[in-house]
Structure formats: C-alpha cells, structure tokens
C-alpha cells in the first residue's frame, strides 16, 4: 500500500495549460476510460477520452492493454467500492506497469477509501475530473504514493462543459451540473455541488457541432436538468434565472441547431411546466418522451425523502402530458424499500403506478449511503423485503411496457436506427422512445426511417417492417419526405 499525498488546491490556468509529457512506452500511447452510473457521467467520460484523444492517445477498450486507465466513478451506483476495486484489478491484469486513474463522484466523496484500493495511482475529484492531463503530468510516478486531489465542490463556479459522441447517431449534451435540492437519499449535491448551467450561446455552438459531425438525435442532460439557468456563483438567487429557463433553451436549440431530434433526459416532476409540455406537443423537433422521477407513490415517505411535489401533482403532471400528447412515452423512477416504507405504503405506491398511464419504470432498491439523511432514518427495511418489492414492481414495469408497446402496433412511426448489428438486426428507437428492431440493413445506419410496429416481443421491444413511401407522409416532416424520396431504393 502506498502512502498519500494530498493536494486540496484547485488547478491554476497555467498549470491546465502545461502540456502532458507522454508515456516512453511508445509513439501512440493508449488510455482506456470506463464509465459508471448516468448519461451525464458518460458525456463526462467521452470527454475526458477526447482531452487524451487531443493529447495524441489512441482510445482503447477497457479490457485492451493501455498506458492510462480511468475509471469515472458514480456515487448512486450500488457497491461503488466493489466495482471500482474490480476495474482497477481488470486494468492491472492487462498492463501492471499502466497509470491507473480513479475520478468522479465517488472519489469526490471519497477520496480515502478510493486512494486505499490496491493499484490505484491517482485520485481526481469532481472539481478536477477534466484536469487529469494536468494531474498525470504533475505525478512523480518513481515512488508508490497515491496523489488525492481532492478540490472543495460546495464552492465550485464553473460549468464544464461535455457531451458524448461514442455513438455518433445520438449525442448526450450537458446543460447543467449541481442541484440545490436537499433529497434525503442522495449523495449528488455534496459530490457534484449547486446547480449551475452552460451558456445558451456555448450549448447552441456545441449542438451545431455535434449536427455538423453526423449526430442526429441530441438529449439533453444534467443532474437536475430543468433547474436550467442558475449560474456558478449566483447562490444569492433572485425570481430570474440569468441564463433563462429550461423552456426557453430547448426552443432554441429545436429552432436554431439543426438538429433532428431533441429529448430530454429527465425532468424533475415539480419543474415540468405546461410551457414544456406545450412545446414538446408542437414542435416537430423535439420528442414525445418524458422522463419523470417519482421515488415514491406515498406523500408520507414523499415527505421524508424531502422531494418537492407530492403524489397528486406528479398524477397531474402525467395526465397534462397524457392530455397534450396521448403518444408520448412517459417513464419514471422509483425507489423500493426506503426507511419507513412498511407493506402497506409500498403497496400504496405500487397501486398509485398501476393506475398511472406510464410508459415504463426503472425500480432502484434503496441502499443506505453514508453522510445522507436517510441512512439514518428509523424504519429500516430488511434486505430480502427490498428485492422482493423490486421483483414485483420490476414485473409492474414490463407489463406496462408492452401495453404501452401494444397501444402502437399497426401505426408507423419514425425510427432513428443505430449502427450495431445484433443477430441480424438493427435497432433503434421511435420518436416516442419504442425499441425497434429490424433486419440489418447497412443504408438505414443513422437514418430516420418510417416503420410499421408490427408484432411486441415480451420484453416491449417491437419487431418491425418498414414501409412503402406513400405510408409515411404522415409522421415527416417536409424536410425528411424530401430527403427520402429522392432515394427511394431504400424502400
Ligand atoms: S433532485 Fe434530489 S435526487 Fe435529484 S440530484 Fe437533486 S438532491 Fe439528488
């Protein structure tokens, strides 16, 4: 085990502007970087792997031999520590000699625990996830200490910006960081700090870049996503946000970007506004899809969880979006097995679910995380009544799943198909969010194209068939009927 240095200050600009010496074992040096936890985590580590792409690195898999490894952590991932430890070990296997990176949520908050895995060289808090060039470069590596740098998130200003591009059909674009909420359960705000956004004018540059490269379906993330607006600093917050508001930015970047596709990753239900909705109903560039956390389906446990709606506006939230579009796909979170959640109140959530008109659930157990609230609340739940509410709210979601699939069979909708070649088949998803599949068909990777839902697997895929062209004025717009018509051997 090596000894810890740590160096609690910030980096300074001419210390981010020093250029990383390369490793000697080389002319193109490799960096593996795996990614844990939420879409914003993974913009996040797309661009730490083009800082180093921009350095002259070759971007490896993770199970392939390289010079750098980094791990960027999640703090809401159950077993963060496991899993850490695991990849480290797996990057040790391929190449001992490598540099071994960990950052991330989970080493901001903790960075001790992180520094005393087995072979790890380097701790890069949050505040310094986009400075590990820096960090590298700084390393004395002849030794066997574990630098921590570990900079203070509660008084970060700064928005990085990020978004990924691995995938080049859809890109993931972080809008805002931080949250000001206070949910119990939850680790974010100390790992990541206050909420704070990009600049309308640098969001709208990075979409039309990410448009000029091919990607044509943006989603829109962040931790707290429509809290847009703040900006790092401005803690003493008056009634206007300075940056305007979520509404006005997805208007923006639907009208201004070019792109073909927006979607938002997720919404807190409290920050849904009707104008959102309206918007999201009326211009054809932005997606029938909804993501909404509820956690809970009792204003009780709502309470405790210090979430900030109760279960009668997160109905109305669903039926406002159901109202406006009766297509869109609506999805939510929730967590089973909260302190103080007995049989009656989980079935109480479980009922309040069924009768909702949702789309699909993501089920989390809720696992005790230190420093929270909640972990030390009263009321634990026992570990083996936490799983078996997740199994019987689990087959709740897949039974809404495919009703929901169902509700489309016959109809045809617009699919943006993905490059990967599954069995046979492509995939991709429909305007409202329905996984597709169809026979590969290398002309269709990336494209928009129209598809008649024809038969729902049991787990809501669709299998599909595309159409004839005469059958798809409906659902384009004149910009895609043109650019589908003047190729129709595709069809
Ligand atoms: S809204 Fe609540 S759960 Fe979501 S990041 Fe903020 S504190 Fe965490």
Redesign the pocket.
């Known amino acids: 085990m090596g000894t810890l240095t740590t160096d609690f200050s910030r980096v300074s600009q001419s210390d981010a502007d020093t250029a990383f010496e390369l490793p000697e074992s080389g002319n193109e040096p490799r960096v593996a970087v795996h990614t844990l936890g939420c879409k914003l985590n993974y913009s996040e580590g797309d661009t730490i792997s083009r800082q180093f792409i921009n350095r002259g690195y070759r971007l490896v898999e993770f199970d392939n031999e390289a010079e750098v490894y980094v791990i960027n952590t999640c703090s809401v991932t159950d077993h963060a520590d496991r899993k850490c430890k695991n990849l480290v070990k797996q990057a040790r296997r391929c190449s001992p000699h490598a540099r071994v990176v960990v950052t991330g949520c989970f080493a901001q908050l903790q960075p001790g625990a992180v520094a005393q895995i087995p072979g790890v060289d380097l701790v890069v808090g949050g505040a310094d996830k986009f400075r590990i060039l820096q960090k590298l470069n700084m390393k004395d590596f002849r030794g066997s200490t574990v630098d921590i740098h570990h900079g203070e998130t509660r008084t970060l200003t700064t928005f990085e910006p990020s978004w990924s591009q691995g995938n080049r059909t859809r890109s993931f674009l972080k809008v805002q960081d931080g949250?000001d909420?206070?949910?119990t359960f939850?680790t974010?705000?100390g790992a990541r700090g206050a909420s704070r956004s990009g600049d309308p004018e640098d969001l709208l540059r990075q979409a039309r870049d990410l448009v000029a490269s091919g990607v044509r379906e943006i989603v829109l993330t962040g931790?707290?996503t429509g809290d847009y607006g703040w900006k790092g600093g401005d803690l003493n917050r008056g009634p206007v946000r300075p940056l305007g508001n979520f509404g006005d930015l997805m208007e923006r970047l639907a009208d201004e970007s070019g792109v073909e596709r927006l979607r938002i990753s997720s919404i807190?239900p409290n920050l849904l506004t009707d104008r959102i909705i309206q918007l999201m109903a009326s211009h054809p560039r932005i997606m029938p899809h909804v993501h909404m956390?509820l956690q809970s389906g009792c204003d009780l446990l709502l309470a405790r969880m210090k979430r900030r709606y109760r279960s009668a506006a997160y109905a109305n939230r669903v039926q406002a979006v159901r109202s406006a579009m009766p297509h869109a796909c609506i999805g939510l979170d929730v967590i089973v097995g909260f302190p103080g959640e007995t049989d009656r109140i989980f079935t109480e959530t479980h009922d309040f679910i069924n009768e909702l008109d949702v789309s699909y659930l993501h089920v989390f157990t809720y696992s005790e995380r230190p420093g929270t609230e909640a972990a030390e609340m009263k009321g634990r739940v026992p570990n083996g009544r936490r799983s078996d509410r997740n199994r019987l709210l689990t087959h709740l979601g897949q039974r809404k799943r495919v009703d929901f699939a169902q509700t489309h069979l016959g109809s045809v909708r617009p699919v943006l198909f993905e490059q990967e070649r599954k069995g046979g088949l492509m995939q991709g998803y429909t305007d409202n969010y329905l996984r597709v599949a169809v026979p590969y068909d290398p002309l269709w990777v990336n494209r928009i194209m129209p598809i008649e839902l024809s038969s729902v697997e049991s787990d809501g895929s669709i299998l599909c068939e595309a159409v004839p062209v005469d059958r798809f004025e409906a659902v384009f717009t004149p910009t895609h009927r043109i650019e589908y018509l003047s190729d129709q051997k595709l069809f």
């Open positions: 949250c909420y206070s949910c939850c974010i705000p931790v707290n807190e956390p």
